[in-house]
Every structure is written in structure tokens, then in C-alpha cells.
């Protein structure tokens, strides 16, 4: 679409882009890209961007929305329709909001045999297509029950090109097509939503693994016919050497990545997507930004923000109101529905000792796939109403809530829950919207 094309040109073209920064450096031209489908942090993120008259990129991936679903429930045109809604309360104009699909491929049906995975996976990227999301990322990465392990680059590159003909079908049977859609290629990421075990160094994507992957795709578009949408590719997802595991953050370095940056300059219309990003502090993601990671990616850090802002005001009712015990509140509720129904979790947490801490506080946030659980909903909203309607005293914010009681003094926050609870999920994106120039 254009407004992503342009935002691709304007970085290319962005003098800014090559430099190492300082505080006083304008930032690079860049967006961040929020996968996330809860409500409040969605909102939270439409308000900011508004706020700035800003784009505002929402993403959603192939295991929260498909056509059978997803874990959230909805299919492509029900996640249109719920960002839409939040946009218009949150007062962001309509051509500022582009949905994008993220990780599209067969990745919810890889237990099954390639040629059913393929399948679904075809007709999930035509839906999306349909319902109007506009980036669409491309990844075929993952081995399907009868595959090899690892999947050759070859194969990758080939079932990227049959979910870009069910993409660009889709596209011109629309009614009301509008724009076409812009595609991201690229496998080499780090693992969605944290790594399962302890880390302490990843290598960077090298130059030469990066254009490998970037000739591969080129030569099978065209093969296929599709110079018109290999001329709409406007990104490369590649490992920049940033992740995190549950408890530690591995921080960009730009002098590992720079022959990376080198690369990606010799090649006119393209910048990388990094994703993983959640958790790097302002500074590195200002580098990432000039080292043309123009795109960055952040989930689980904005759940993680939200979850933070629960406990505080849990914290803040017991103080307060003498409630929400481990028992019967807020955080015994969550921690007791995650012990319940373990699936979301159990491949991730390995060690016994520490559950308990990983279950409430990793970085990882597996959290964040209970909050629509109806006992969880239930819950926080009951301590929303709780201290709605008995206001707690700005003693206590000061203690569990510093940064939004300086808000409050400040006259830019109310000292009312909900608004509370949307500006501590908005802080998980400012140091991203800091770190880019729209």
C-alpha cells in the first residue's frame, strides 16, 4: 500500500539513516509494528498514534487470527472490524491505520502433512487479503508434519510464492480492492514470543545468508509471474542479534550488525523488519531504526506493560480496600486459571523451582494468552469497578504507580483505573514511536 511504500522510500532516502546516535539526532524514518490483539493495549496504541498523527500499524498473526479462529476467536475480517471500532473511539483518521498480517503460512496446521497445511494456510492469507489487511508477511519457515527438518531455502521460497498468488488473487476478486497489498519475505527470526531456554548471545543474519534468501525469493516470484508484486516486497525479516528469554534481554549492538546494515543499502526499496524487539531500551532501538530496521515489532513487551499495571493496581486495592488476596483476587485468579489450563505455557517453563515467578513475571509473557479467559475478564473487571468507585488516594499510586502519578500531578493523566491501566500499556510503545520518525 502507499503509505508503507512511501515510509520505505522516505527512509531510504533519509540522511539520518546512517548515523550513530546521539541525543541530539533527529530519529530515523521508521514505524513500530504492535502484534497484539488485547483490547487496551490496542487502544492504547491507536490513542498514541493519534495523539502524534501517526500511523499506526497493528498486526495480527497466523496463530491469533485464521479462518478457524485463531486463540483469540476471530477470523481476518473480525479483527478488522474490532481495530476499526477501537480506532474510531480513539480518534485515529481511517487512512493512518494499516492491519497487517504477520508470520502467514502454515504455522497453526504444522502438525499436519504439508499439502493440508498449505491448504489452510492459502486460504488464510486470501482472507486476510480479502478483509483488507495490507502488509502481509510471507513465512513458510516452519516443517510441516511430513517435512524435512530444517525445511530447504528452496522450498520456503517456493510455498512463499504460492500464499503470494492466493494473496494477489484475493486482492483483484475484491469488491472494493483498494490498494494492493505489500509483502515482507524472510525466515530468519527469532523464536515468536521469546526464546525457551536461557540465552546469552545470538548470531546476526550475515550478508551472505541474507542475500541468498533475498535471490531465492526473486528468482521463484518471477518464475511464477509476480514482478508486479515483487516490486510491492518492501522488507526482509533477519536476526539483527536481539531477543529475549524469560528473565534477561540480549541488547542490539550495531557494530555486529553492521555489515548487515551495509548490505541491505545495495539493495534500492528494501529495509529489514526486526522483530523481538520488546524490551530494548530507547537508545537501541533508536540504532535498529538508523540501521534500517525500519519496522520493529513489539507483542509480548506490551502485554507485559499491561500485566505490570494489573499487579500495581491490585496492589493498590489491597492496600486500599483491604482486598485481593492471592486467593481470591486478581493475580491468584489469573495464576489459577494458568495452572488449570496449562497448554499456553507448559512447553516454555521448564524449570519447577522458578514456576511460580514465570508463570506471573516472564519475559516471555505467557499471560497474555488468558486475559480473555472469562474468569480472568471477570476479575479485572472487578477491580476496575472496585476502585472506580473508590478512588484511591495519590499516596498510593506514588508507591505502586510512579510514573502515572507524576502523570497525574502533571495534569496529563486522571487518577481514574482504566485510564491508568491504558497509559501503562502505553508505555511499552513511546520509546518506539521516539525511536522512529513517521
Aim: some cysteine.
Amino acid at each position: 500500500m502507499k503509505l508503507m511504500l512511501d515510509l520505505v522510500r522516505r527512509h531510504r532516502q533519509s540522511a539520518s539513516a546512517h548515523a550513530i546516535p546521539s541525543p541530539t539526532d533527529a530519529p530515523a524514518v521508521g514505524i513500530p509494528s504492535m502484534c497484539s490483539a488485547h483490547p487496551v493495549v490496542l487502544a492504547a496504541t491507536l490513542r498514541e498514534c493519534a495523539a502524534l498523527g501517526r500511523p499506526a500499524l497493528i498486526e495480527a498473526t497466523s496463530n491469533q487470527v485464521n479462518q478457524d479462529g485463531g486463540y483469540t476467536g476471530m477470523t481476518p475480517i473480525d479483527f478488522r472490524r474490532f481495530v476499526e471500532s477501537l480506532a474510531r473511539i480513539e480518534g485515529l483518521a481511517p487512512e493512518l491505520l494499516v492491519l497487517g498480517g504477520d508470520h502467514l503460512g502454515p504455522n497453526a496446521w504444522r502438525r499436519q502433512p504439508a499439502a493440508q497445511a498449505m491448504a489452510k494456510a492459502e486460504v488464510m492469507v486470501a482472507q486476510y487479503v480479502a478483509a483488507g489487511f495490507r502488509k502481509i508477511h510471507l513465512d513458510c519457515s516452519m516443517s510441516c508434519a511430513d517435512d524435512p527438518v530444517p525445511l530447504p531455502e528452496a522450498e520456503i521460497a517456493a510455498r512463499a510464492v504460492r500464499l503470494c498468488l492466493a494473496a494477489e488473487q484475493a486482492w483483484r476478486e475484491a469488491p472494493d480492492r483498494g490498494e494492493p497489498p505489500v509483502y515482507v519475505i524472510g525466515t530468519e527470526v527469532p523464536v515468536p514470543g521469546g526464546a525457551h531456554e536461557d540465552l546469552d548471545e545470538l548470531a546476526v543474519t550475515s550478508p551472505e545468508a541474507a542475500g541468498a534468501t533475498l535471490a531465492l525469493h526473486r528468482e521463484a516470484f518471477a518464475a511464477a509471474g509476480l514482478d508486479a508484486a515483487w516490486a510491492r516486497v518492501i522488507a526482509m525479516v533477519v536476526q539483527p542479534g536481539v531477543e529475549f528469554d524469560h528473565h534477561k534481554v540480549i541488547d542490539y549492538r550495531p557494530e555486529k550488525a553492521r555489515a548487515l546494515s551495509a548490505f541491505i543499502e545495495s539493495q534500492p526499496g528494501l529495509v529489514f523488519e526486526a522483530h523481538s524487539t520488546d524490551y530494548q531500551t530507547p537508545r537501541r532501538l533508536a540504532e535498529l531504526a538508523r540501521d534500517h530496521f525500519a519496522i520493529l515489532k513489539v507483542g509480548p513487551g506490551a502485554t507485559f506493560a499491561l500485566r505490570e499495571t494489573l499487579w500495581a493496581l491490585a496492589a493498590v486495592e489491597h492496600e486500599w480496600l483491604g482486598r485481593g488476596s492471592d486467593e481470591d483476587g486478581l493475580i491468584g485468579t489469573v495464576l489459577g486459571v494458568m495452572r488449570a489450563e496449562p497448554e499456553h505455557w507448559r512447553p516454555y517453563y521448564q524449570d519447577p523451582a522458578r514456576l511460580q515467578v514465570d508463570l506471573a513475571y516472564s519475559l516471555s509473557d505467557r499471560i497474555r494468552y488468558y486475559w480473555a479467559h472469562p474468569k480472568v475478564q471477570a476479575a479485572c473487571a472487578a477491580l476496575l469497578d472496585r476502585l472506580e468507585h473508590s478512588p484511591p488516594p495519590l499516596t498510593l499510586l506514588s508507591q505502586f504507580l510512579p510514573r502515572q502519578y507524576d502523570a497525574i500531578r502533571d495534569g496529563r493523566l486522571r487518577n481514574r483505573p482504566a485510564e491508568l491501566l491504558r497509559d501503562g500499556a502505553a508505555q511499552s510503545l513511546r520509546p518506539y514511536l521516539a525511536a522512529c520518525a513517521a
